[in-house]
């Protein structure tokens, strides 16, 4: 009774005004997730204490770490011989680790680099050993996929990296690279994960910051084949382990309670709105309806990708000045449409369209673009 | 208007259970950082959205790192040719970070090692280099500090590294250790930092998770001389290099922006309380209250560290059978007095006394202790 009585309070407390937020990431959240996160935020489950002041090692916490470990796995369908591990640091960390751990001394990594993530990645594992950059388009500053039918692949690579969704250029895989038989794929999945089922089984190694589809800032997902775990070296320090990471079940030390709290609120969340094949319909249909009106706007938008490199994710356009541009930008959030501004890269705006991004926002936004168009094309 | 009624309404949510929390971290936060985060969870300073759906590179959040920078600074009284650092990974990354960064080939770094945690940092940069423990009390358990007068230092050291405060023992620091002349001094600050007025221009290096007196699991905080920086390898990855994140606010990538937000949160808390001065003075009450306890129960009560080596964060103390410790722990809990457990290397009880915690929190428990005695002794 008392909680129900909360959740009323608080929820007539919470949406007094909400912004349609189109930012890259970190990005808009499910509203019953924030709703339960600010109801709970002082006692959570009864406890009397607050998720952020509780132990680690409490009954409570290992609930909760077990059931988004769960969650994961029937969401994304991940077989029984993948470990889940939740990491810190953010992708640009795995950008590291994955070199450290699963690339020998004396053998190169392939890269597939198909925009700015892709670019950062090999940046790193490049300080700290051998890589080939076996496909990109940076000649066409990332418009479009780049072709893997003609890649000189290394068929004793120690793995194939590639980005699956790039968010400054717009461009996502919707299938994955295959590389020569033995060579693990690994895969950035930053900014698509959870946004539609994939194949995990094709992958060896998948990694993922939080802060787009599946929760805040401050926790990474890394979803890993544990035989990988036989290569890792044993010098490596303890946090930059994946089979110390591994073995404590990502406890070798305290992890990033809160942002994990808000992980598993939003996979109860996506659980309950019918799972991956029920967003990326959903995601299909907010992206068409901008596609479409860019398509359609008979050039005064251009979208940066070309068509068949589109994302789901991320639709950076341009207008045809930047004064109109900005023009575009002011209006936009005169009308709470926020977040619109693109990368300094490519310019222009860019709507990002992540999982917890309503229908009614894309609605929004492009009943917006067909009027501003309408006022000054 | 409506955000005074917001937070009458939210602050009689909150308040209706609170326990008294005693947990070594993460611990107790302050009641008005949890009421203020619940009263804008869902629209950070009328932006629409909340803190976690921010981008970083947003005017307000760009607003919040400045403002934590200034507060530090000024609660710490830290100097203007330090750089202050918002990382991630907890003080386990910085075992690693700290001779990643700081100890050139060839070098070796001196360790007073003084419990668990100060044997985990110098496991850590063993693996990578040169070590030396050059004071412990590991023979007797950590019942007490070292002695340095007799310690052999290095005075070619890399640095010379310390714990000031050891959860999980009891031990604390409250006069810096003297390196040789030209040896940095480097702490990992995690459990006392910010309980009371420190000297840091005796540092060249603090480090400190947040989530025992500044904060939520999830963000570390690093203060590092700036002439520091030019003996940063320049091969390291980004995210594990100390120039690269000063030159970057901290923000190469996307920073933990709630758990920041939450330091934020207590920064201002603290500075509005008094300041270290007088948190100082409030931690030193707590404590003595607790050490009265346990010195005049007779021996009912037995702390595990000497008297001149006491910690005011954590009190590990013992009964005499395991099975009063038991009854201890579970009546404890019907009194709301949690978080009591002690660590199984030392055993018993322990309470910590962070920050956060009310001195009507200690109060209770010395009461409840007295109590316990006088039905068991």
Chains 1, 2 share one sequence.
Not at 7 to 14: D, Q, R, V
Not at 23 to 30: Q, S
Not at 122 to 149: C, H, M, Q, W, Y
Not at 344 to 355: E, K, T
Request: one cysteine or more.
């Amino acid at each position: 009774m008392k909680n129900a009585q909360n959740s009323n309070l608080i929820a007539a407390l919470g949406t007094s005004k909400r912004v349609h937020n189109f930012g890259a990431g970190p990005a808009v959240l499910p509203l019953p997730v924030l709703l339960k996160a600010q109801e709970e935020l002082l006692d959570y489950q009864g406890s009397g204490m607050s998720i952020m002041e509780m132990s680690h090692r409490s009954r409570e916490f290992a609930d909760l770490m077990a059931e988004i470990d769960a969650n994961l796995r029937n969401l994304l369908a991940v077989p029984s011989e993948y470990k889940i591990l939740l990491q810190q640091g953010g992708a640009s960390m795995q950008f590291a680790m994955v070199p450290m751990n699963l690339r020998l001394p004396g053998e190169s990594a392939d890269y597939i680099v198909n925009g700015a993530w892709g670019k950062a990645a090999i940046k790193d594992a490049a300080k700290l050993g051998s890589t080939r950059t076996v496909a990109t388009t940076e000649d066409t500053n990332f418009d479009r996929l780049p072709s893997l039918a003609s890649a000189d692949l290394d068929p004793k690579a120690a793995y194939l990296h590639f980005t699956s969704n790039e968010t400054i250029h717009g461009l996502e895989f919707f299938a994955e690279p295959k590389p020569p038989n033995g060579v693990p794929l690994v895969c950035d999945m930053s900014s698509n994960i959870l946004s539609r089922p994939i194949a995990v089984a094709k992958y060896s190694l998948i990694y993922a910051g939080a802060q787009k589809n599946a929760g805040p800032a401050g926790v990474t997902i890394v979803i890993l084949q544990e035989d990988l775990l036989d290569r890792v070296p044993d010098d490596l320090p303890v946090m930059l382990n994946y089979k110390t990471q591994a073995a404590a079940g990502s406890m070798h030390n305290t992890p990033p309670c809160f942002a994990i709290y808000i992980l598993g609120l939003v996979l109860r969340w996506l659980i309950d709105l019918g799972g991956l094949a029920e967003i990326g319909r959903l995601n299909e249909r907010k992206s068409g309806l901008i596609y479409r009106a860019i398509d359609q706007s008979g050039g005064f938008y251009r979208g940066h990708a070309q068509p068949d490199s589109r994302s789901r994710m991320n639709v950076p356009f341009r207008l045809t000045t930047e004064a109109l541009e900005k023009q575009f930008l002011d209006e936009a959030k005169g009308e709470n449409l926020v977040g619109l501004k693109g990368h300094r890269s490519v310019g222009g705006l860019r709507a990002s369209l992540y999982n917890a991004l309503p229908h009614e926002s894309v609605q929004a936004l492009v009943d917006f673009m067909k009027e501003f168009q309408r006022r000054n094309g």
